[in-house]
């Protein structure tokens, strides 16, 4: 008995059908109908009854079913376990993904993470959150810091959030508000707010034309090709933006980042990993980043 000849019996067995199993594993049916038969003639028991139009499970069936999941199962727990002992020996490193502005509270847990851990070497990838997505799904990079409303709830991928920001207004001080000390919804009724493209954060632009379509203000939007770009049309006075509240690297002299009196603006934060996670390097970086935000 094998491991392939087991992973066959498992795919017909959920899928009733030996032409969907061979087609899920890429082979002829032929390949698998012979694998099926050599199992059975090993085991010496019946594992599936053929009938026209499909096939049923025996009770032998069923009771080497439930024990194909724990080998498989076990198997590649083990098998994951030497390739991170591998790939640790190799190499020990992290590669994290972020979007655009990097929150302050997100570097102060990666210095804080390299100080106990010099010896890992930290990788960083900048890029738009589906394309961050994509790479986490196909392990190009470990882990994401960014917000709630573009990676929780995204099939294969699991969400930790690890602290919720105020949202403050983002303006220029040459722009006539940033005189007041606090704004209200009214006072932005009239401007124009900038945003990044839907490419970059499609939930967010989402949710936010959902918002504007509720609600009794509304704002003219521009979109920019990076957050550097809304930087720098804000900068030069051309509308206002959000940010979260600590956002270090917006806090130049040329700006001013002014709080909302009339409604609970908030931004939730966190990071995100591969669900059934087995690299033991991603495992501790994430239980230090959940323990330092405390």
């Given at each position: 008995?094998d491991?392939?000849?087991?992973?066959?019996?498992?795919?017909?067995?959920?899928?009733?059908?030996?032409?969907?199993?061979?087609?899920?594993?890429?082979?002829?049916?032929?390949?698998?109908?012979?694998?099926?038969?050599?199992?059975?003639?090993?085991?010496?028991?019946?594992?599936?009854?053929?009938e026209?139009?499909?096939?049923?499970?025996?009770?032998?069936?069923?009771?080497?079913?439930?024990?194909?999941?724990?080998?498989?199962?076990?198997?590649?727990?083990?098998?994951?376990?030497?390739?991170?002992?591998?790939?640790?020996?190799?190499?020990?490193?992290?590669?994290i993904?972020?979007?655009?502005?990097?929150?302050?509270?997100?570097?102060?847990?990666?210095?804080?993470?390299?100080?106990k851990?010099?010896?890992?070497?930290?990788?960083?990838?900048?890029?738009?959150?589906?394309?961050?997505?994509?790479k986490?799904?196909?392990?190009?990079?470990?882990?994401?810091?960014?917000?709630?409303?573009?990676?929780?709830?995204?099939?294969?991928?699991?969400?930790?959030?690890?602290?919720?920001?105020?949202?403050?207004?983002?303006?220029?001080?040459?722009?006539?508000?940033?005189?007041?000390?606090?704004?209200?919804?009214?006072d932005?009724?009239?401007?124009?707010?900038?945003?990044?493209?839907?490419?970059?954060?499609?939930?967010?632009?989402?949710?936010?034309?959902?918002?504007?379509?509720?609600?009794?203000?509304?704002?003219?939007i521009?979109?920019?090709?990076?957050?550097?770009a809304?930087?720098?049309?804000?900068?030069?006075?051309?509308?206002?933006?959000?940010?979260?509240?600590?956002?270090?690297?917006y806090?130049?002299?040329?700006?001013?980042?002014?709080?909302?009196?009339?409604?609970?603006?908030?931004?939730?934060?966190?990071?995100?990993?591969?669900?059934?996670n087995?690299?033991?390097?991603?495992?501790?970086?994430?239980k230090?980043?959940?323990?330092?935000?405390?």
């Open positions: 008995m491991l392939q000849k087991m992973q066959y019996f498992k795919d017909v067995f959920e899928l009733k059908s030996f032409t969907k199993a061979a087609d899920k594993n890429f082979v002829y049916q032929s390949a698998v109908t012979q694998q099926i038969a050599a199992l059975e003639k090993e085991l010496g028991v019946q594992l599936f009854i053929r026209h139009g499909g096939i049923k499970n025996t009770l032998e069936g069923e009771i080497f079913y439930e024990e194909c999941i724990k080998i498989l199962s076990e198997y590649a727990v083990l098998r994951n376990k030497l390739k991170d002992i591998y790939e640790g020996e190799r190499k020990r490193e992290l590669t993904g972020f979007s655009g502005v990097m929150e302050e509270k997100f570097l102060a847990c990666i210095a804080g993470y390299s100080s851990e010099p010896d890992i070497l930290l990788n960083f990838v900048e890029g738009s959150y589906s394309v961050l997505c994509n986490l799904l196909n392990q190009e990079i470990d882990v994401i810091f960014g917000t709630a409303c573009e990676l929780e709830n995204i099939p294969g991928i699991e969400w930790k959030i690890l602290f919720t920001e105020k949202q403050m207004v983002f303006l220029s001080k040459e722009h006539p508000l940033a005189k007041k000390e606090q704004l209200t919804m009214k932005l009724e009239s401007e124009t707010l900038i945003v990044p493209t839907i490419d970059m954060v499609p939930s967010c632009h989402k949710k936010g034309m959902q918002l504007r379509k509720k609600s009794k203000y509304k704002m003219d521009r979109f920019a090709n990076s957050f550097e809304v930087k720098m049309q804000v900068r030069n006075n051309q509308g206002i933006t959000f940010t979260a509240e600590s956002f270090e690297e806090n130049h002299q040329c700006f001013k980042k002014s709080s909302i009196s009339d409604i609970h603006f908030i931004c939730t934060l966190g990071v995100a990993y591969l669900k059934n087995q690299n033991a390097l991603v495992y501790n970086f994430l230090y980043v959940s323990l330092s935000k405390q």
